[in-house]
């Protein structure tokens, strides 16, 4: 841990200890210090134990304030500085399954005494916490199905929604240290708040009386928001972005009463290269309603289908005229997680394909977060089979619509979001071919082997082991690779802990022992997720080229001959294998 007072460099908190982190840093008013999650790794990635601690600013002097469950997050002092606040949860379930909000005196060495739990529990999220005054906390939880805000008082008695309703305060705490929303000195809040298809920045007052209003969107030019909001009672920083601008980071003087329309400031520049407008797409926001109209896979018995929420990006180029009656080729994109979502906001790596003339349908599938409990836990128990059943609904109906050419469809994504495209290339005969970006191909292998936040994860998604395991090679790509319906383009970093290499390597050798075509390719140097402009530049292109050939009007997957895959040790695009 650093503190950036030295002008030079910033200054060493602590010392460097092997298999020693922090997160979720919180500086408590008028104190010399800092509260943080401390994460000791025993044996690896998988054996950790965590404690909520207290650091010296001045001498780096360490105590540890409560270590109460296998997780913890947003260590929180009460305005008297009597008491402290914390979220947790444990094994099998993630903090977005069942967590608690804890609060317990602090005693006079300043360590935690028996803590109550205050919200939250089984069936129940608690997913950001911040004291109100001495005597309440403000809250995001959804014991009515939805994340909203609550007031929960500190000691005794229920907690009380602040304004109900079918939308979301908050989302998966899938990092320490999410914000959401952010108190006021006046006992008001202001907060994110919203649905998968778009957010708003609101005053939030629970205090209102008759005649006022409780929630009180500001007037701002943003459809997203990321996870992070501050504020010093008169001015708001924040990050937003819209369909046509980047994330940026923001202030804006908090309006007085009656004002809705803040002043708006760009803080900071954009990360990204100005885009003419026209070379971007127009998203929509659209809700399917899965029917007769092609194939649903019916593993996992799932006969009910409710409606699927997906953001589509049509094809977009100035100095290109659709040929008339010919229809597109589209690619469903599915995010990871696979508790997340995509934002409907300004994508360039959606507009580099759009823009390419193929059009994009980013699918919020069963198990997405942004439209309450009941659709997240859609997924509970059958990843693999709703996931693949939503994302095939999507391009079902955008073939049914005259939209996309039903000999063109190809499906995509990162890491979960790359077991759901070659689960759907091995389940179903929707998608002519599919690229997975470090994605998980074998489930009982992953469970392995993946770190300790995510170690249990499958129990909730597929089922519990052993008990489970013919459900996890049931719905394995891997296992099922003879079954591709079309080539495979296998991505992934060679230093990645979270989903290990081996994964694409293995569906590599599954579909080069089935005599399938496939393109495979490593990354030295890269872990989950492409950070090296090199690495995403070459990843494009051999999407791009992949798309090219399995689209070309000629074109069969035979074409892409089954092969050896390649080690970009300085990576280039991707040749034939």
């Known amino acids: ?113 028996p803590h109550r739990v205050r919200a939250g529990g089984r069936g129940e999220s608690v997913v950001q916490a911040e004291w109100r005054d001495p005597d309440s906390i403000w809250a995001v939880t959804d014991p009515d199905g939805w994340w909203n805000l609550h007031i929960v008082p500190a000691r005794s008695g229920p907690a009380q929604p602040v304004h109900p309703s079918a939308e979301e305060f908050g989302g998966a705490l899938w990092k320490p240290g999410a914000v959401w929303f952010a108190p006021l000195p006046d006992g008001r809040a202001v907060a994110i708040h919203g649905t998968g298809a778009g957010r708003r920045l609101s005053l939030v007052d629970p205090d209102a009386g008759p005649g006022r209003r409780r929630l009180t969107p500001l007037d701002l030019p943003f459809t997203d928001f990321a996870q992070t909001i501050e504020t010093d009672g008169s001015v708001v920083a924040a990050v937003g972005a819209s369909t046509t601008t980047p994330y940026r980071v923001f202030t804006i003087a908090l309006p007085t009463a009656g004002e809705r329309t803040p002043e708006l400031r760009l803080v900071s520049p954009s990360a990204l290269p100005p885009v003419d407008p026209s070379w971007l797409p127009r998203p929509t926001s659209r809700t399917f309603h899965p029917g007769k109209i092609g194939e649903t896979p019916s593993r996992g018995g799932v006969n009910d289908l409710p409606p699927v929420h997906a953001h589509t990006f049509p094809p977009t180029n100035p100095h290109h005229t659709p040929t008339a009656g010919q229809r597109p080729p589209w690619v469903i994109f599915v995010h990871g997680g696979p508790t997340g979502d995509y934002p409907m906001v300004y994508d360039l790596e959606i507009a580099y394909f759009t823009s390419r003339g193929i059009g994009v349908a980013a699918v919020d599938y069963g198990g997405s977060v942004g439209y309450g409990r009941a659709y997240r836990e859609r997924l509970n128990g059958t990843w693999g089979v709703v996931d693949v059943q939503d994302c095939v609904t999507v391009a079902q109906a955008l073939v049914h619509e005259g939209l996309a050419d039903p000999d063109r469809l190809a499906i995509r994504g990162g890491s979960a979001g790359g077991w759901t495209a070659l689960a759907a290339l091995t389940h179903t005969k929707t998608f002519a071919g599919a690229v997975s970006m470090y994605g998980i191909t074998d489930p009982l292998a992953w469970a392995a082997t993946t770190h300790d936040f995510e170690s249990r994860y499958l129990d909730g998604l597929i089922g519990p082991l052993p008990e489970s395991a013919a459900l996890y090679e049931e719905r394995s790509p891997v296992l099922a690779a003879r079954n591709a319906n079309g080539p495979a383009l296998l991505l992934h970093g060679l230093e990645d802990a979270i989903v290990d290499p081996d994964q694409s390597a293995a569906m590599a050798r599954a579909m080069r022992v089935a005599g399938l075509p496939y393109r495979h390719a490593e990354f030295p140097g890269e872990r989950h997720g492409w950070r090296r402009a090199e690495t995403i530049r070459a990843a494009l292109e051999a999407e791009i080229d992949f798309y090219q050939q399995l689209f070309a009007p000629t074109s069969r997957p035979g074409r892409l001959q089954a092969g050896p895959g390649k080690r970009c040790t300085s990576p280039t695009p991707l040749e034939r294998s």
């Open 1 to 113: 841990m650093y503190h950036p007072d030295n002008q030079d460099a910033p200054r060493p908190v602590t010392p460097v200890q092997k298999g020693v982190t922090y997160g979720d840093l919180y500086v408590p008013a008028a104190r010399d210090e800092v509260w943080a999650v401390r994460e000791r790794q025993r044996n690896g990635v998988r054996d950790a134990e965590r404690a909520l601690v207290a650091i010296s600013l001045s001498t780096g002097a360490e105590r540890t304030l409560a270590a109460s469950h296998h997780f913890m997050a947003c260590p929180r002092l009460a305005p008297d500085g009597r008491h402290m606040s914390w979220i947790g949860w444990d094994h099998p379930h993630m903090p977005w399954d069942s967590s608690q909000l804890c609060v317990a005196p602090l005693r006079t060495d300043g360590t935690a005494g």
